[in-house]
């Protein structure tokens, strides 16, 4: 029975990525990319998530091994960083919560989106358009201001339930 749990367990985690990248629109933003094909993108970026989340699991996860795989998936499918970040961090964030493995706060970077890059004065403000260069200073930024950095998402968050629920805030 073990088994058949841990099988059950791998499907519900490849759906927990597929939800977060439908939540986030990427689809939109890429689907304009005629070089590689969106559904390989995809296909990587829940290989991608479910790797990194196994790397949690083993007590293994550095932010040097995430960024690596943003960078990959950036380059591999011509999608930009800012693009390529979303649902790997956002996936990372919620795993690491629901599992309570809060070791890896400070490993985790806050992800981007639209809620947490304004306000700062970075010309590439746009997912599209955000590049490496422009990813490391706005987490440089929000570990200025928040720590760690991914409480810097709680914004983003806090705005996404009241929208879900119509509460205000």
């Known amino acids: 029975m073990k088994s058949e749990l841990e099988k059950m367990r791998l499907l519900e985690l490849q759906l927990f990525v597929i939800e977060f990248g439908r939540a986030s629109q990427l689809g939109r933003s890429i689907s304009k990319n005629k070089r590689k094909p969106k559904s390989g993108f995809r296909e990587a970026l829940v290989k991608t998530c479910l790797s990194l989340i196994k790397e949690m699991d083993d007590n293994e996860l ?44 400070k490993e985790l970077d806050c992800p981007l989106d639209s809620t947490t890059m304004s306000g700062y004065k970075i010309f590439h403000n746009k997912m599209c358009s955000v590049d490496e260069s422009d990813y490391k200073q706005y987490q440089n930024l929000f570990d200025q201001s928040h720590n760690p950095r991914i409480l810097k998402d709680e914004i983003y968050d806090t705005q996404r339930i009241c929208n879900y629920t119509a509460r205000k805030k």
């Open 62 to 105: 550095s932010n040097v091994k995430i960024r690596r795989e943003i960078k990959k998936l950036s380059m591999k499918y011509d999608v930009s960083y800012g693009q390529a970040q979303k649902v790997v961090n956002v996936c990372l964030k919620q795993y690491m919560f629901l599992t309570q493995k809060y070791e890896f706060a």
